[in-house]
């Protein structure tokens, strides 16, 4: 069975003090739960890349994971302003997320500039975290299947079928990320279950039992339980909620409760 993954993604939030002291307060709560440290769900935090190096040193040895919010997908070179692979890796990051809407739709990345960040990142060791959604634009056109189906096939262009078990799908509606209006659950499954079918195709049948494919959009301890008590939906990917620590644990809590008769 495919280990939960309960993310969260903090955006442009956070000095390294607040990081910090997000990371005493949430890991206290954590352990207190899980007092053998034996967390039966994958948990990982994305902070902005200054924070990494203090978050990896911190929870270095500790069963809490720290993943880059992108990068760029050449070794090293002129590339003003941006982070290679190798540096992810060297700080300690285990993920890396790429393709998130913001980069797409504020900064212009394209599916080919994922698809060279997705390979990229399998080379260098890192977990792609790779996020796919459509706009409510294309969600009223009845374009989310080709949307995310096109999104979902450039991604998997360059990843071989051994290394699906190291990569993660996002299911991020762009109409459902920062509004507090999430996606029905029911379409949500609709979507990762057309996801899942995509992934069959380019492999062959049942391929997709080994990806863990999320959800995120306005997630928060309110309403986790019914995304991740969706068979086909391993974990959560939160943004807003996931910024204060007593929230970002009931989180975690709440999506184990609910995926607990899966385990
Ligand atoms: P919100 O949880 O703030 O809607 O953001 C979701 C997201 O973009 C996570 O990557």
Same mark, same amino acid.
């Given at each position: /069975?495919?280990?939960?993954?309960?993310?969260?993604?903090?955006? /442009?939030?956070?000095?390294?003090?607040?990081?910090? &002291?997000?990371?005493?307060? $949430? *890991?206290?709560?954590?352990?207190?739960?899980?007092? %053998?440290?034996?967390?039966?769900?994958?948990?990982?935090?994305? +902070?902005?890349?200054?924070?990494?190096?203090?978050?990896?040193?911190?929870?270095?040895?500790?069963?809490?994971?720290?993943?880059?919010?992108? /990068?760029?997908?050449?070794?090293?070179?002129?590339?003003?302003?941006?982070? *290679? +692979?190798?540096?992810?890796? %060297?700080?300690?990051?285990?993920?890396?997320?790429?393709g998130h809407s913001e980069r797409r739709h504020i900064f212009g990345e394209t599916d080919e500039d994922v698809i060279k960040k997705v390979r990229a990142a399998l080379d260098h060791g890192l977990n792609?975290?790779?996020?796919?959604?459509?706009?409510? #634009?294309?969600? #009223? *056109?009845? @374009?989310?299947?080709?949307?995310?189906?096109?999104?979902?096939?450039?991604?998997? &262009?360059?990843? %071989? +079928?051994?290394?699906?078990? &190291?990569?993660?799908?996002a299911y991020e509606p762009v109409w459902a990320i920062g509004t507090g209006r999430e996606a029905r659950p029911d379409d949500a499954e609709d979507v990762i279950l057309g996801i899942r079918k995509t992934?069959?195709?380019? !492999?062959?049948? %049942?391929?997709? @039992?080994?990806?863990?494919?999320? !959800?995120?959009? &306005?997630?928060?301890?309110?309403?986790?339980?019914?995304? /991740?008590?969706?068979?086909?939906?391993?974990?959560?990917?939160?943004?807003?909620?996931?910024?204060?620590?007593? #929230? $970002? $644990?009931?989180?975690?809590? #709440?999506? !184990?409760?609910?995926?607990?008769?899966?385990?």
């Amino acid at each position: /069975m495919r280990k939960p993954l309960i993310a969260a993604n903090w955006k /442009m939030n956070k000095t390294i003090g607040e990081a910090l &002291s997000f990371a005493g307060v $949430f *890991a206290e709560r954590l352990y207190r739960r899980f007092p %053998d440290k034996n967390i039966p769900v994958d948990v990982a935090l994305f +902070p902005s890349f200054l924070s990494i190096p203090a978050l990896c040193a911190l929870f270095a040895n500790e069963p809490i994971h720290i993943g880059a919010q992108n /990068m760029h997908w050449e070794k090293s070179g002129a590339f003003t302003g941006e982070v *290679a +692979p190798y540096m992810l890796k %060297d700080a300690g990051c285990a993920f890396v997320i790429l393709g998130h809407s913001e980069r797409r739709h504020i900064f212009g990345e394209t599916d080919e500039d994922v698809i060279k960040k997705v390979r990229a990142a399998l080379d260098h060791g890192l977990n792609p975290v790779i996020c796919v959604g459509e706009t409510l #634009e294309e969600r #009223e *056109a009845d @374009e989310t299947d080709r949307v995310v189906s096109r999104m979902v096939k450039a991604a998997f &262009s360059v990843v %071989d +079928p051994e290394e699906l078990r &190291s990569v993660t799908v996002a299911y991020e509606p762009v109409w459902a990320i920062g509004t507090g209006r999430e996606a029905r659950p029911d379409d949500a499954e609709d979507v990762i279950l057309g996801i899942r079918k995509t992934v069959d195709a380019i !492999y062959g049948q %049942d391929t997709s @039992e080994n990806l863990r494919v999320l !959800y995120g959009g &306005s997630v928060k301890s309110k309403n986790v339980r019914s995304f /991740m008590s969706r068979e086909s939906v391993d974990g959560v990917l939160v943004g807003g909620a996931s910024l204060d620590p007593e #929230e $970002f $644990f009931k989180i975690v809590d #709440e999506g !184990y409760k609910a995926r607990r008769k899966f385990l």
